[in-house]
């Protein structure tokens, strides 16, 4: 097999592949839950969009469990950190997610205005505040995190939850929100008919150049107001994982140095800001199929820039650089990610197998005819 610096780099690999597989699943059933009071003008329309996501939001969230896992098994001391300097934050998501699988499974049991209603706001919360809060906390990644290492590794976070939601990373979260609404409101264009299709495409007609301008925003934000991280000294990368035995510095324009070195990785901002127009002309043209593939690939691309600019830096300490942590200094062990390699060459093309046969088998559009054939038993 590899040797233990390849296995580093291929778990950022597949870390960032999962990632990707969440952001693009998870992103257009959260956006239509985001879209829910406000696109169904009645509650057959309402129900409608709740359809559309149906067969799929539950095998979604699987790329969600997925990441967590693989971070907490690769990168263990990023799991940590992160679970406890945004534990917060961490609760306020899940306590928002809450509200999804019981919306979705009660909002229709009883024909109460008030009651569908009441569900259809939660639906929106638990859908709304978990893509916010990971813009905010990819904000905070890039501008460094307040957290230190003592001599046994055991980090420690200094800063505040308030501190967490300074303006950058407030920023990253609306520009997070847009995305996921923009995968919502092109899957909305390929399901529904009529009506909700044309204010699909109209939200899509909107949103695609807000998300432009907000992306172009944090990137010149990161230029010009954002220091990044520089490793000078590194140990040898095959030998034990410990981030206190590294050197690095804060330095301007980091977060761009990859993109000089390996021209390549450039074109993943490039596509960050050229896709979302590819989205905007088809959602004109009522090519919907073109549209939540650009809208997608949007996905991708942005992820794609963050993890660019950010390698080989996973967290970055903004209280000693020299603490951060790294792909190279901050995994699991040499054997530890043989075994999980090896899951991961079983397991993820069993799920990428039963996931496209599930969308296979519940394509075409959702309407009002399926409704009244499936009343009893669709949500």
Same mark, same amino acid.
């Given at each position: 097999?590899?040797?233990?610096?390849?296995?580093?780099?291929?778990?950022?690999?597949?870390?960032?592949?999962?990632?990707?597989?969440?952001?693009?699943?998870?992103?257009?059933?959260?956006?239509?839950?985001?879209?829910?009071?406000?696109?169904?003008?009645?509650?057959?329309?309402?129900?409608?969009?709740?359809?559309?996501?149906?067969?799929?939001?539950?095998?979604?969230?699987?790329?969600?469990?997925?990441?967590?896992?693989?971070?907490?098994?690769?990168?263990?001391?990023?799991?940590?950190?992160?679970?406890?300097?945004?534990?917060?934050?961490?609760?306020?998501?899940?306590?928002?997610?809450?509200?999804?699988?019981?919306?979705?499974?009660?909002?229709?049991?009883?024909?109460?205005?008030?009651?569908?209603?009441?569900?259809?706001?939660?639906? @929106?919360?638990?859908?709304? +505040?978990?893509?916010?809060? @990971?813009? +905010?906390?990819?904000?905070? &990644?890039?501008?460094? =995190?307040?957290? +230190?290492?003592?001599?046994?590794?055991?980090?420690?976070?200094?800063?505040?939850?308030?501190?967490? &939601?300074?303006?950058?990373?407030?920023?990253?979260?609306?520009?997070?929100?847009?995305?996921? =609404?923009?995968?919502?409101? %092109?899957?909305?264009?390929?399901?529904?008919?009529?009506?909700?299709?044309?204010?699909?495409?109209?939200?899509?007609?909107?949103?695609?150049?807000?998300? &432009?301008?907000? @992306?172009?925003?944090?990137?010149?934000?990161?230029?010009?107001?954002?220091?990044?991280?520089?490793?000078?000294?590194?140990?040898?990368?095959?030998?034990?994982?410990?981030? &206190?035995?590294?050197?690095? +510095?804060?330095? /301007?324009?980091?977060?761009?140095?990859?993109?000089?070195?390996?021209?390549? %990785?450039?074109?993943?901002?490039?596509?960050?800001?050229?896709?979302?127009?590819?989205?905007?002309?088809?959602?004109?043209?009522?090519?919907?199929?073109?549209?939540?593939?650009?809208?997608?690939?949007?996905?991708?691309?942005?992820?794609?820039?963050?993890?660019?600019?950010?390698?080989?830096?996973?967290?970055?300490?903004?209280?000693?650089?020299?603490?951060?942590?790294?792909?190279?200094?901050? =995994?699991?062990?040499?054997?530890?990610?043989?075994?999980?390699?090896?899951?991961?060459?079983?397991?993820?093309?069993?799920?990428?197998?039963?996931?496209?046969?599930?969308?296979?088998?519940?394509?075409?559009?959702?309407?009002?005819?399926?409704?009244?054939?499936?009343? /009893?038993?669709?949500?």
């Amino acid at each position: 097999m590899f040797d233990y610096e390849t296995f580093k780099v291929l778990w950022w690999l597949i870390i960032s592949i999962l990632l990707i597989g969440f952001v693009i699943t998870e992103g257009f059933d959260m956006g239509v839950g985001t879209l829910l009071p406000f696109m169904g003008k009645t509650d057959d329309e309402r129900r409608i969009l709740i359809n559309t996501i149906a067969p799929h939001w539950e095998g979604n969230q699987v790329w969600f469990v997925l990441a967590a896992g693989a971070i907490f098994a690769a990168w263990p001391s990023v799991y940590a950190t992160a679970f406890s300097g945004f534990y917060i934050a961490m609760m306020i998501t899940l306590m928002a997610l809450f509200f999804r699988p019981v919306g979705f499974d009660y909002r229709s049991k009883i024909q109460d205005k008030r009651w569908r209603s009441g569900w259809d706001w939660g639906i @929106f919360i638990g859908s709304t +505040v978990p893509p916010i809060i @990971f813009g +905010v906390a990819f904000g905070n &990644l890039l501008q460094g =995190v307040p957290y +230190v290492l003592d001599n046994f590794l055991r980090s420690t976070y200094v800063g505040t939850f308030f501190g967490l &939601l300074n303006p950058f990373a407030l920023l990253v979260g609306v520009f997070s929100l847009s995305l996921f =609404v923009l995968q919502g409101t %092109t899957w909305l264009q390929m399901k529904t008919e009529n009506e909700l299709r044309a204010r699909a495409r109209l939200i899509s007609l909107i949103c695609a150049p807000l998300t &432009l301008v907000l @992306f172009a925003l944090a990137g010149l934000w990161v230029y010009w107001g954002i220091n990044g991280y520089v490793i000078t000294a590194l140990p040898d990368l095959n030998g034990p994982s410990n981030p &206190l035995l590294k050197t690095a +510095v804060v330095q /301007h324009g980091a977060w761009f140095l990859n993109y000089e070195k390996y021209p390549l %990785t450039q074109i993943a901002p490039v596509a960050g800001l050229v896709l979302p127009v590819g989205v905007w002309i088809a959602s004109k043209f009522n090519r919907s199929g073109f549209a939540f593939i650009a809208s997608s690939l949007t996905q991708v691309a942005v992820l794609l820039t963050f993890a660019f600019s950010t390698f080989p830096f996973i967290m970055a300490s903004s209280i000693n650089p020299n603490m951060s942590f790294t792909v190279w200094d901050s =995994v699991s062990s040499d054997l530890t990610l043989k075994v999980m390699t090896v899951a991961t060459i079983i397991f993820l093309p069993l799920i990428l197998i039963y996931t496209s046969w599930g969308y296979f088998k519940m394509h075409g559009r959702i309407g009002k005819d399926f409704m009244a054939k499936n009343k /009893h038993s669709a949500y």
